[in-house]
Antibody
Framework: EVQLVESGGGLVQSGRSLRLSCAAS????????MHWVRQAPGKGLEWVSG????????GYADSVKGRFTISRDNAKNSLYLQMNSLRAEDTALYYC??????????????WGQGTLVTVSS | EIVLTQSPGTLSLSPGERATLSCRAS???????LAWYQQKPGQAPRLLIY???SRATGIPDRFSGSGSGTDFTLTISRLEPEDFAVYYC????????FGPGTKVDIK
């Protein structure tokens, strides 16, 4: 069974940094691309960033480009999101999601339960 | 960036009725790279449809997707009580973007 468990969320002041982690199990992690998707309270889904199986292809939403960095450690079956210069509008539940493919050009077939990031101004 | 628009914003129906949800893209979606997700309160999204019309693993056949280019539709043939939720479309042909969602609630 595919399991994705996010951690690292919390309350942080505007301008500070936070690092999210996603521990993956139940599948061959380095066969698949991975993504971070966020959802502000009461709002819709927003894709944040995606990374291919070998980290060779990485993409970011314009809203986080230059501030967030996605990475993965295939030896540890883990996905990360380094978030710098956080803003109030980054407040959201952050989901880790497994792509259907090795590249980032497929839909997300498995999702974690999310970790909440709250940025106070 | 491809912008997705979903209509209606809210759909009020009774169990057993047919639901038709629309997703329109600001430009053509490459190779029909269009997916639909279901999200219930307090839960993560669940993939229903990909490639505009292929059902994901374990998805009942009352869910169907259609469309191409800029116009796509998700149809739920007969609503079950567990189908009342928010539905999002997503295009993955050019980066990734989600639509704003359609809420299907009980009439």
């Amino acid at each position: 069974e595919v399991q994705l468990v996010e951690s690292g969320g919390g309350l942080v002041q505007s301008g500070r940094s936070l690092r999210l982690s996603c521990a993956a199990s139940g599948f061959t992690f380095d066969d698949y691309a991975m993504h971070w998707v966020r959802q502000a309270p009461g709002k819709g889904l927003e894709w944040v960033s995606g990374i291919s199986w070998n980290s060779g292809s990485i993409g970011y939403a314009d809203s986080v480009k230059g501030r967030f960095t996605i990475s993965r450690d295939n030896a540890k079956n883990s996905l990360y999101l380094q978030m710098n210069s956080l803003r109030a509008e980054d407040t959201a539940l952050y989901y880790c999601a497994k792509d259907m493919c090795s590249s980032t050009t497929c839909p997300m077939e498995n999702w974690g339960q999310g970790t909440l990031v709250t940025v106070s101004s | 960036e491809i912008v997705l628009t979903q209509s209606p914003g809210t759909l009020s129906l009774s169990p057993g009725e047919r639901a038709t949800l629309s997703c329109r893209a600001s430009q053509s979606v490459r190779s029909s790279y269009l997916a639909w997700y279901q999200q219930k309160p307090g839960q993560a999204p669940r993939l229903l449809i990909y490639g505009a019309s292929s059902r994901a693993t374990g998805i009942p056949d009352r869910f169907s997707g259609s469309g191409s280019g800029t116009d796509f539709t998700l149809t739920i043939s007969r609503l079950e009580p567990e189908d009342f939720a928010v539905y999002y479309c997503q295009q993955y042909g050019s980066f990734l973007t989600f639509g704003p969602g359609t809420k299907v609630d009980i009439k």
